[in-house]
């Protein structure tokens, strides 16, 4: 075969092969990395809407909250939302906090009952420790970040949210995300990582490992209520974090 038509037929396979992978983050198929070096493709450079032909998401393409430019426009299209069954013990919506266009977002699992009652994400012990984490141990303002939970709704006794309950709540997540469009999530929690990389494995080893989150790159470590009842394992999350600051020293420099 002539060495022209070797590359013409390369290049259609390379194009072929993007517009598929493209495809499939579309609907949501994501990659891992397991390795140390985080993932190179940014949400920033591309123009990708994470709702955008996503199958599963619940709401159509004239949704109010599908066309929210804002974070406030979301959080109005929320409503008072009763999409799933916690909206009837929640005191209030628990619907994020921060920087609308923080280069840093932490993502925990759900409300508890200090949260629930303030209406703000990470307000109770826990949350003192997560501030702790970011202004003592980041040098950052709580203000800087962006901090907000996979489901909006406090779960009963602080179990579990249930698949139902998140595949419910999870597209105003992933909206937020899209306007918020940080650099680097910081998932915290077994629940949170299984949810947003949609696997079952164990948070011990996922944590510390770079992933990808449609692009964005996703550091998993430990729940601060979980440091509260071992806080034998801060260091584990002192090593995760210190890699986060020095790939926000690495973007920013
Ligand atoms: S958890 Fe989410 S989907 Fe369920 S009622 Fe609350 S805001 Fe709505």
């Known amino acids: 075969m002539p060495v022209s038509s070797e590359r013409e037929e390369l290049a259609t396979l390379v194009t072929s092969l993007r517009r598929h992978l493209q495809r ?3 609907v949501g198929i994501r990659f891992l990395c397991q390795g140390e070096s985080p993932p190179t493709d940014s949400l920033r450079d591309t123009d ?6 996503t199958e599963t998401d619940l709401f159509s393409n004239s949704s109010e909250t599908y066309k929210a430019k804002t974070l406030e426009e979301l959080r109005a299209a929320i409503g008072d939302c009763q999409r799933c069954k916690l909206w009837s013990g929640r005191t209030h919506i628990v619907f994020g906090v921060g920087n609308p266009k923080a280069k840093l ?9 200090d949260e629930d009652l303030q209406g703000e994400p990470f307000v109770g012990r826990a949350g003192q420790l997560l501030t ?3 202004t003592k141990g980041m040098g950052l303002r709580r203000e800087d970040v962006y901090i907000a939970n996979v489901v ?6 602080n179990r579990n949210p249930e698949p139902d309950e998140v595949a419910s709540c999870e597209p105003f997540l992933k909206k937020q995300i899209d306007l918020v469009r940080p650099e680097i ?6 629940f949170a990582v299984q949810a947003l990389l949609q696997t079952k494995a164990p948070i011990t080893k ?23 009842r071992n ?9 995760d974090i210190k890699k986060v600051i020095n790939e926000m020293a690495g973007s920013s420099a």
């Open 231 to 239: 806080p034998g394992d801060k260091k584990l999350v002192w090593q």
């Open 152 to 157: 909006k709704c406090r779960p009963p006794e």
């Open 206 to 228: 996922l944590r510390g490992h770079w992933h990808s989150y449609h692009g964005i790159k996703l550091m998993p470590t430990f729940h601060p209520a979980y440091l509260l």
């Open 48 to 53: 990708v809407n994470l709702l955008s032909g």
């Open 185 to 190: 999530i910081i998932a915290l929690g077994k």
């Open 132 to 134: 702790d984490i970011i």
């Open 24 to 26: 499939q983050d579309r």
């Open 105 to 113: 977002m932490f993502i925990g699992e759900g409300p508890g009952r």
